[in-house]
């Protein structure tokens, strides 16, 4: 508790900052220079999967971001900008969230609020990506049990949306994938070869 974790993240040196979250890695992804820096593993993970089912090229599509964290939200709109969608960045003090969410084709949920993100806040065929990490009690599990869920009422929310992502075993697994892919990438511009795209 006596350290200081963001001073010891700026002591790293920005080329071997495979965790993206440098003020020069983040800076980078501000202006727009993905060629050269590192970008932060869950929203680079998050946008794989916006990619996966969305394709390259976002252009036309309404990206909602709640949540406006440094480690997570700002990021992830910066990176939906940089793919041509329209990003409306969405929190706590938003006036009617859930009509601001409903207006997204893209809805990523960062807040940490258990299922806070329902059914009726999703659009029909929206792609929801779901970020939360929430532990809930669990008394069907036993006494003083509990169980991960994310911000997004997933059962419910999956009826509405056209690809939601779960927790446990959503977007976790991806920020470790691209924790690896920023490890290789950094290897190879430190080696002074072209670093795969991932």
């Known amino acids: 508790k006596h350290l200081n974790s963001d001073a010891i993240i700026q002591s790293i040196r920005p080329d071997k900052d495979v965790d993206g979250l440098h003020v020069v890695n983040a800076g980078k992804l501000a202006t727009g220079d993905l060629a050269t820096g590192l970008i932060s593993c869950?929203?680079?993970?998050?946008?794989?999967?916006?990619?996966?089912?969305?394709?390259?090229?976002?252009?036309?599509l309404n990206a909602v971001v709640i949540g406006r964290s440094n480690l997570f939200g700002k990021p992830m709109a910066q990176l939906l900008?940089?793919?041509?969608?329209?990003?409306?960045?969405?929190?706590?003090?938003?006036?009617?969230?859930?009509?601001?969410?409903?207006?997204?084709?893209?809805?990523?949920?960062?807040?940490?609020?258990?299922?806070?993100?329902?059914?009726?806040?999703?659009?029909?065929?929206?792609?929801?990506?779901?970020?939360?990490?929430?532990?809930?009690?669990?008394?069907?599990?036993?006494?003083?049990?509990?169980?991960?869920v994310g911000d997004v009422a997933f059962a419910e929310a999956s009826e509405v949306a056209r690809a939601i992502t779960p927790v446990p075993g959503g977007v976790g697994p991806m920020t470790i994938a691209m924790l690896m892919a920023n490890t290789v990438i950094a290897a190879h511009r430190v080696a002074g070869r072209k670093p795969p795209r991932f």
């Open 42 to 60: 869950t929203p680079a993970g998050a946008m794989l999967l916006v990619r996966s089912i969305r394709g390259e090229d976002l252009s036309g």
């Open 81 to 148: 900008l940089n793919a041509n969608a329209t990003v409306t960045m969405a929190h706590s003090r938003t006036k009617d969230l859930a009509a601001v969410a409903r207006g997204a084709d893209i809805l990523v949920a960062a807040v940490g609020r258990p299922e806070m993100v329902r059914a009726a806040w999703v659009k029909p065929g929206a792609t929801v990506i779901d970020v939360g990490i929430n532990r809930i009690d669990a008394p069907e599990r036993g006494e003083g049990k509990s169980r991960l």
